[in-house]
């Protein structure tokens, strides 16, 4: 066994109806169910949020949702408050075949660092234990789908890719928020990386 499919953030504030929604965002399940039920090892993503978290407008007085702010780790997307440890939305959509997973791994823990990668807060630095999972179980390729493609799909395959794996990004399983040409700017950095867009 190589390969992983690594299903990102499929959850309920990311979906239609929710805090922080992507367009069409559920609209990906059913096909990313039918790539689960194929995938030798599943591995979700779940946003994990504090209250308060450090990188919610909310938090900054004054502070525009989706605004810019500077955190001691570089520029960081002001969001609004989004998967909340715990809360309804924080959930993963219902239809999502959640039994599938070996592993879940929640990110944005740390009330002081986001984090959109599956394997690094955004300080870049600290880990969050995926690569070593991986690397014990073998694996060296990635399928990489779910939300958003131009945040935490995008951060989690160029960090897989900087790692050494081989990493594709099924294009039709991913939905992105798009601000400001933020798409077409991580498929650029994506498929400069060495990730596949399939």
Known sequence: MSDALIVIDLQKDF??????????????????NALMAEADLVILTQDWHPAGHSSFASSHPGAEVMSLTQMPYGPQVLWPDHCIQGSDGAAFHPDLTVDRADLIIRKGCNPAIDSYSAFFENDHQTATGLEGYLRTRGITRLTMVGLATDFCVNYSAVDAAKLGFAVTVRRDLCRGIDIDGSLAAAEAGMAEAGVTLA
Not at 15 to 32: Q, S
């Open 15 to 32: 979906c239609p109806g929710g805090a922080l929604a992507v367009a069409e965002g559920d609209l990906i399940v059913p096909g990313v």
